[in-house]
């Protein structure tokens, strides 16, 4: 079980924003769930976006009005007979906050208020919610996600993450019109979490060494790569001579079971292992290559925690312990790179 404060730090890194000193009070804060944290995160955040400025969209309009203004709708008109009240079908583009991102926003917060939050929390969010008397909620099963930012908005990336982690956590109700928890941030979207956490720890706590997640490139004798599968790596830590793979994996048993006996996972050290010889392959001999499953620790007795030597390159599996003091998780982190790196 991973502390919600925890949660907090992961975000915080995930998201850079959290690092500003408005969020700070955050830090010093009791929760009693995620979606407490969720709702603290976002009360305090949309109220900073109230201040500078909901976003506005403009949004095409088909409605009678008694003022004529853009393109009229004559077919509509005659077939409504809005003319009797004075009135003609016009469609024209209108200058509003009922932007796609603001009706994520209201959503979210309409749904923690039927969470199991704090009593404080639910009237500081509905206090939010006049803000928003002109902007529709959505459907939170059809949401589209994939939203493009600019400089305008970019200050909803954030936001939208949170709202992303609470609708997919929080969609469960109950027949008293409440919603309950589910398995809050369930191992698909702690997965994400943990490792978005894991690359954006190494950028910051450790600039010295270059942080990426590039494709990996497939070692092909005569160019021929149809139907082959990418290569996308979770983290890429290079310094120097030296370059580890990271594969972030969170699951709820890091080892698989056979006729009572355990292992790595087959797929995940298949998979790390084709990863580090194939971009060994692509550097040469010059620099030295090493794979790392990084798991998050279970309730299991036995985690893993290995090294081997295969075929001249370093492959590991680890465990990071998350049920920890934050300065703990930091450590074991911190000694990844020392052992990994000259520094």
């Avoid at 853009?70 to 200058?95: A, P, V």
């Amino acid at each position: 079980m991973i502390p919600i404060k925890n949660i907090f730090y992961m975000l915080a890194y995930a998201f850079k924003a959290l690092n500003s000193q408005g969020y700070r009070k955050i830090e010093t804060e009791d929760f009693e769930n995620v979606a407490d944290l969720c709702s603290a995160i976002l009360i305090m955040g949309i109220t900073s976006q109230i201040k500078q400025g909901l976003n506005r969209d403009y949004l095409e309009q088909n409605e009678p009005i008694s003022s004529l203004r853009g393109r009229i709708d004559l077919t509509k008109s005659i077939k409504e007979q809005t003319f009797l009240k004075r009135q003609m079908y016009c469609q024209f583009d209108e200058f509003t906050t009922n932007s796609y991102m603001n009706r994520i926003l209201k959503t979210t917060m309409e749904l923690l208020i039927r969470s199991d939050t704090k009593a404080s929390r639910k009237k500081e969010l509905r206090r939010l919610l006049a803000y928003f008397v002109d902007v529709e909620t959505l459907d939170v099963s059809s949401i589209d996600w994939h939203q493009r930012y600019n400089r305008n908005n970019q200050t909803y990336r954030m936001l939208i993450s949170i709202c992303y982690l609470v609708i997919k956590g929080l969609l469960q109700s109950q027949s008293d019109g409440t919603t309950k928890l589910m398995d809050f941030l369930d191992d698909q979207h702690m997965h994400r979490l943990y490792e978005k956490f894991i690359y954006e720890y190494y950028v910051k706590e450790f600039p010295n060494i270059k942080t990426s997640s590039p494709q990996i490139n497939w070692a092909i004798d005569d160019g021929y790569i149809d139907m082959l599968p990418v290569m996308q790596s979770d983290v890429v830590l290079e310094r120097d001579d030296n370059i580890l793979i990271i594969d972030a994996k969170y699951y709820s048993h890091n080892l698989q079971t056979q006729f009572d006996s355990r292992s790595i996972h087959s797929g995940n050290l298949y998979q790390i292992f084709t990863y580090t010889k194939n971009m060994s392959l692509e550097v040469g001999d010059e620099k030295k290559v090493s794979g790392l499953l990084l798991y998050a620790k279970t309730d299991a007795f036995v985690q893993p925690d290995h090294s081997y030597s295969m075929s001249g390159n370093q492959i590991g599996a680890k465990t990071l312990n998350l049920d920890c003091d934050f300065t703990e998780v930091k450590r074991q982190l911190n000694d990844i790179a020392l052992q990994y790196f000259e520094i």
